[in-house]
């Protein structure tokens, strides 16, 4: 019984180390499901890639995925400090409850659906910028479509958009990379690194229950 709760004990410790606020060495390292489109940033027409990015933490060998959440600014493919901590409603930059309500309700009814082709994935991640920086219509506001966007990726986060109040909101696993500098970050899982640490702890349990058992 004390090695059931010394493995469970780590488990709780490791899923905790993973949701803490710490600094990571974070760094774009290429597109993942994206579209190279326009879309019209503070009244600029910008031809810029929508949609899923690979990023490396500094000393993990494999790429995860994530959304950016901040068109603003510019991506870098250099190592750059950021704050990584989950994300809770005052990340977003206008803090609302209901804005916050919206992203789990995206994630928690799109997510998985968004990385199935480069169109869905960008559509997701251009009703994301509504939601986190707009008004939610893709023809006003700082964020907005011009007459040369990707018409599926349109379609798709119109889609998405009108979907919203019916929607109910889950409670997904997000994770926010922070830097004043470079684009933000969403992820929804820690990185593969510490996720497999995770995994080896439950696994650790499985094996401490078989021996129970026998």
């Known amino acids: 019984m004390n090695y059931l709760k010394s493995v469970a004990a780590m488990i709780v410790l490791l899923a905790a180390t993973s949701a803490q606020a710490d600094i990571v060495q974070l760094k774009y390292s290429g597109t993942g499901s994206v579209l190279d489109t326009h879309v019209s940033i503070n009244g600029a027409d910008k031809r810029i890639y929508v949609g899923s990015y690979k990023l490396n933490v500094e000393g993990q060998a494999n790429s995860f995925a994530a959304y950016c959440v901040d068109p603003f600014q510019f991506s870098s493919n250099v190592f750059q ?31 998985a659906g968004s990385l199935t082709s480069n169109t869905k994935a960008a559509g997701f991640n251009l009703a994301l910028w509504e939601i986190w920086h707009d008004n939610g219509n893709l023809t006003t506001g700082d964020i907005k479509t011009v007459g040369n966007s990707d018409a599926g990726m349109i379609n798709e986060a119109n889609s998405l ?53 026998a």
């Open 81 to 111: 400090a950021y704050d990584r901590a989950p994300l809770v409603a005052v990340s977003l930059p206008v803090v609302s409850e209901e804005r916050f309500s919206n992203v789990n309700k995206l994630y928690s009814n799109a997510y």
């Open 161 to 213: 958009l009108g979907n919203l109040a019916q929607w109910n909101a889950g409670s997904p696993s997000l994770i926010y990379y922070a830097n004043a500098t470079y684009q933000n970050y969403i992820a929804v899982v820690p990185e593969p690194e510490s996720y497999a640490l995770l995994l080896a702890g439950l696994a650790l349990l499985g094996v401490a229950r078989r021996k129970r058992a």
